[in-house]
């Protein structure tokens, strides 16, 4: 990951209420070169994306984060894959307006909740989210979604466990979102769908931005 400097981040905007009101779908980005992070971004935008999960998997993530947020006001951009509480920090420093985790730890979640940003750590267990649900928490990311029960394994905590609520990433397609928002339980989903691997490479951002538009238009009912 990039480094940070306070004299060359741009200040944080103010954070999103909610991140599971964002948008039906938020897309999981990998910036593999920060110059296509700001056309990018607005390729998912224009499409009615506007909040953008950019993992911190790379080392141009908090690069791309900088430039998205001082470049596309339109974006609510936020993190991913934040590991540990100075993941937290260098997130925040760089403009994120949100932030998500696969998992959590007490350290994790600490540094999270101090944040001051909205934020969904990682559950794939029962026990997760009675945990966190006891910790006033009860917006989570369900991850992997796919490998970890799916849509069925979500319908058989909804009754038992109410206020949870979720975004469920990985391994999600356009065919099966619509199946995950129809649950009560779930405010939106991430997924990567609209963001193949050749029209990264290509630099294609139209059709991004048609592929964002289509994820755009689902809705649960």
């Not at 940003?117 to 917006?139: H, K, M, N, Q, R």
């Amino acid at each position: 990951m990039g480094g940070v400097t306070s004299a060359s981040s741009p200040a944080p905007a103010s954070p999103a209420p909610s991140v599971l009101g964002l948008a039906p779908v938020i897309p999981v980005v990998v910036v593999q070169d920060a110059a296509d992070a700001v056309p990018l971004a607005r390729a998912l935008v224009a499409g009615g994306l506007p909040a953008i999960e950019v993992t911190l998997r790379t080392p141009a993530a908090l690069d791309a984060i900088r430039a998205i947020a001082a470049e596309v006001p339109d974006a609510v951009v936020g993190a991913g894959t934040l590991l540990a509480p100075e993941h937290v920090a260098a997130a925040r420093a760089a403009g994120s307006r949100f932030l998500v985790s696969p998992g959590w730890s007490p350290r994790l979640l600490g540094a999270m909740r101090d944040s001051g940003v909205p934020f969904l750590p990682g559950v794939s267990t029962a026990s997760e989210v009675v945990t966190l649900l006891d910790e006033g928490i009860t917006e989570l990311k369900f991850f992997p979604a796919e490998a970890a029960g799916g849509t069925s394994y979500l319908t058989s905590l909804a009754a038992p466990l109410p206020r949870a609520r979720f975004c469920p990433t990985g391994g999600i397609g356009l065919a099966s979102a619509p199946s995950y928002l129809a649950l009560p339980n779930v405010g939106c989903v991430g997924g990567t769908w609209m963001l193949p691997a050749d029209a990264l490479a290509a630099k294609d951002w139209r059709r991004v931005r048609q592929l964002a538009r289509e994820a755009a238009q689902l809705a649960a009912p």
